[in-house]
Each structure stands twice: as C-alpha cells, then as structure tokens.
T-cell receptor, first 110, second 115 residues
C-alpha cells in the first residue's frame, strides 16, 4: 500500500534557527496536506498543495510540492517556541484516500 | 461554535470487553474518519464514511467496528478481537466533495488504556 515517510523523526533547535521537514511518498500524489499537532493536542490543518512544483508561504512557513509530486517539504524560518509540535504531511495516492506521514517532532529551546 | 466532540477523554478497558468511543460533529460534514495514533507514530486510518449508512475499512480495521446512522455521529467500537487497543484515538470530519482533497477537522481525541 501507499507509504508516506517523513524525515527527520525528531529535531531539536535553538530559537531563531531554521527547521525543515521532508515528506516522501512511494507513489505519485494528487495533493499533499500539512498538519501541526501541539503536545497533548490534535492535528490542525495548515495548508494544501496540489500542483507540481507549487510553493506556498504562511508567514515564516514555506511549503513546497516536488516536481514529480512524490515529495514535499516544510521549512520554518527563525523558529519560535510557539512552533513546538509534531508536523505531519498527508497525501492522496492511487487509493483516493489521505495517508498520513510518520511525522516530525520539533522541539525549540531558548 | 462548530466542531467535533469526542467522549470520553480517557477510557479503560478490561480484557475481553468491547468499548465504544463517541464522535459527534456539528459542522454539517458528510465525511467522517477514525484514526489511531501510537506514541511517536503517525495517524493510521481505521474506518471512514463518506455518507450516512455507508462506511469503508481503512488500513487497520481488524478488531474495530463502526456505524453511521446519522450524519453527525460516527461511533467506533473497539472489540475484544483487537489485541493491542492501547492508543490515542482521533475522530475527524471533512466536507464530502472530493473528500480526500478537503482539510480534515479533528476532535480532541480519546485515550484508551487496558486495565
């Protein structure tokens, strides 16, 4: 079945440093979504990408969808303590349902 | 305020017992989902429903059952056949049109443990 992997599993940064998480699918995706889950909370939708090579920005967050539509990345510029949480990508493959990635847990310290 | 309500927040199950997790939404969404989250892992789809009185198995349906008798409700039963039920269970919903392309809205989850 479709698999969506994310790397790294965990990253610890100092506040102000940049952070990137990568999402890789075993199959071509029609769309990719990104979610954030704060510690003890539930996932919250951030954004969706649907076009090959698409780039979208939300303040300090930059989301990219690969040209082959099999990978995606989320980059956070100048992290803040409010960025702490686990970031999940989720993509739709040939099974026409969303498959969540394994997640990247981000820890930010002062 | 519209949203998804899951209850209870914490649930304990004895060996051989079935338990039912509640999920109610007032977002008027057609599609609803159940996910299981284990520590340090992603979300795995248990069951989903795109419309009332219809539902499909997800990736890990064995040992679980669902019903969708009303648009706003999608309860999940964890049966005694599920040998490792300890996990965090999340319910979600989305609009039904091209449902895999719609953002999913999640409830606060139910944490199930074995006594």
């Amino acid at each position: 079945g479709q698999q969506v992997m994310q790397i790294p599993q965990y990253q610890h940064v100092q506040e102000g440093e940049d952070f990137t998480t990568y999402c890789n699918s075993s199959t071509t995706l029609s769309n990719i979504q990104w979610y954030k889950q704060r510690p003890g909370g539930h996932p919250v939708f951030l954004i969706q990408l649907v076009k090959s090579g698409e780039v979208k920005k939300q303040k300090r967050l930059t989301f990219q969808f690969g040209e082959a539509k099999k990978n995606s990345s989320l980059h956070i510029t100048a992290t803040q303590t409010t960025d702490v949480g686990t970031y999940f990508c989720a993509g739709t493959g040939t099974a026409s349902k969303l498959t969540f990635g394994t997640g990247t847990r981000l820890q930010v310290t002062l | 305020d519209g949203g998804i309500t899951q209850s209870p927040k914490y649930l304990f199950r004895k060996e051989g017992q079935n338990v039912t997790l509640s999920c109610e939404q007032n977002l008027n969404h057609d599609a609803m989902y159940w996910y299981r989250q284990d520590p340090g892992q992603g979300l795995r789809l248990i069951y989903y429903s795109q419309i009332v009185n219809d539902f499909q198995k997800g990736d890990i349906a064995e040992g679980y059952s669902v019903s969708r008798e009303k648009k706003e409700s999608f309860p999940l039963t964890v049966t005694s056949a599920q040998k490792n039920p300890t996990a965090f269970y999340l319910c979600a919903s989305s609009t039904g049109t091209a449902f895999s392309r719609q953002p999913q809205h999640f409830g606060d989850g139910t944490r199930l443990s074995i006594l």
